[in-house]
């Protein structure tokens, strides 16, 4: 189960870390409430402030961290039953989680509905769209097209409510990592395993509602989740796969963006790998 705290090394901010995070850095919007920038009811009136910074975070210009490696590499070793995200920045497909194994409980930017008559629109539809600075209006009904990413207000996929019911039961291990656990349901999922189930929690900062659950079997590991997968990745003997995976991985994408960056001939930032991921 994972938030925002695995993609911060790759350049996308978190949401609550004071100072850093993005409600604390929506000022420029104007908005009564940082959250509003995700409730439906303030974007069916002022949808802009979304899509502005829709423009801003839009997946594409950032590389998935060695913690999302470390996920795929457990999955190429077969002991991932699933992936829970709260994460709607695309970063565990492009680290090559099959989609089968991923629950986006927050949604994704992959998909576009328009929220009157849920006509579907592709994403290089929606991206032409947010990147024009054009309000993305349905071609049928003249409806608003918005990303399927979960508002404040709206329902979660279906499959964030049958998979649990398919891995829970089964789960030996809880891996935790990145996340306030401050948004429900997503964040009740951690009650579901079964009593016999470690729960590891990975966080930079200690999370009371976790912290001390239950001490025979809940761990605690406080730092970054870069450092506790190459941590792991020690102890288990896959230090130069999970090096290897993810230098080849991160140099592809390097290429194939410097590559679209010339030919679009635009100034778009080069994609960001931070030193606090470099071994
Ligand atoms: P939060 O910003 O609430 O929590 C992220 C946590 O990760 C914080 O406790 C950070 O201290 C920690 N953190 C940040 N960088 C880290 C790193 N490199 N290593 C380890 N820990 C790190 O983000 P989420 O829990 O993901 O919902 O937030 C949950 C939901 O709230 C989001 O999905 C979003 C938001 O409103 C919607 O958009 C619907
Ligand atoms: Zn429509």
Same mark, same amino acid.
């Given at each position: 189960m994972v938030g925002? $705290?695995? +993609?911060?090394? +790759? $350049? &996308?901010?978190? %949401?609550?870390?004071? $100072?850093?995070?993005?409600?604390?850095?929506?000022?420029?919007?104007?908005?009564?409430?940082?959250?509003?920038? %995700?409730?439906?009811?303030? %974007?069916?009136?002022?949808?802009?402030?979304f899509f502005t910074l829709a423009k801003e975070l839009?997946?594409?210009?950032?590389i998935p961290s060695p913690a999302h490696y470390f996920i795929r590499l457990l999955h190429d070793k077969k002991l991932l039953t699933r992936h829970y995200t709260q994460n709607i920045d695309c970063l565990e497909r492009l680290a090559g989680i099959p989609e089968e194994k991923l629950v986006e409980?927050?949604?994704?930017f992959h998909t576009n509905?328009? /929220?009157?008559?849920?006509?579907?629109?592709?994403?290089?539809?929606?991206?032409?769209?947010i990147f024009g600075d054009v309000l993305p209006v349905c071609e049928e009904c003249n409806g608003? /097209?918005?990303?399927?990413?979960?508002?404040?207000?709206?329902n979660m996929p279906d499959h964030f409510y049958t998979k649990p019911l398919e891995d829970f039961d089964?789960?030996?291990?809880l891996i935790?990592? $990145?996340?306030?656990?401050?948004?429900?349901?997503?964040? +009740?999922?951690?009650?579901? /395993?079964?009593?016999?189930? &470690?729960?590891?929690?990975?966080?930079r900062v200690a999370i009371d509602k976790f912290s001390g659950r239950d001490k025979k079997r809940d761990i605690t590991f406080l730092g970054d989740c870069d450092d506790a997968v190459w941590q792991m990745a020690d102890v288990l003997g896959w230090t130069n796969e999970l090096k290897d995976l993810w230098k080849r991985e991160s140099s592809l994408f390097e290429q194939a963006r410097e590559k679209s960056d010339n030919n679009a001939d635009q100034e778009a930032k080069s994609p960001r790998i931070s030193k606090n991921n470099s071994r």
């Open positions: 925002a $705290g695995i +993609s911060t090394s +790759s $350049g &996308i901010p978190d %949401f609550r870390s004071p $100072g850093s995070g993005l409600y604390d850095n929506l000022q420029k919007y104007n908005l009564p409430h940082p959250t509003d920038i %995700f409730e439906l009811d303030y %974007f069916m009136d002022n949808p802009k402030p839009y997946p594409g210009h950032y409980a927050h949604g994704t509905h328009c /929220v009157d008559c849920n006509k579907f629109y592709t994403k290089e539809w929606m991206k032409e769209k608003i /097209v918005k990303p399927d990413i979960v508002f404040f207000g709206e089964d789960c030996d291990l935790i990592m $990145g996340t306030s656990l401050e948004v429900y349901p997503f964040a +009740s999922l951690v009650a579901n /395993v079964k009593p016999n189930c &470690i729960r590891v929690l990975i966080n």
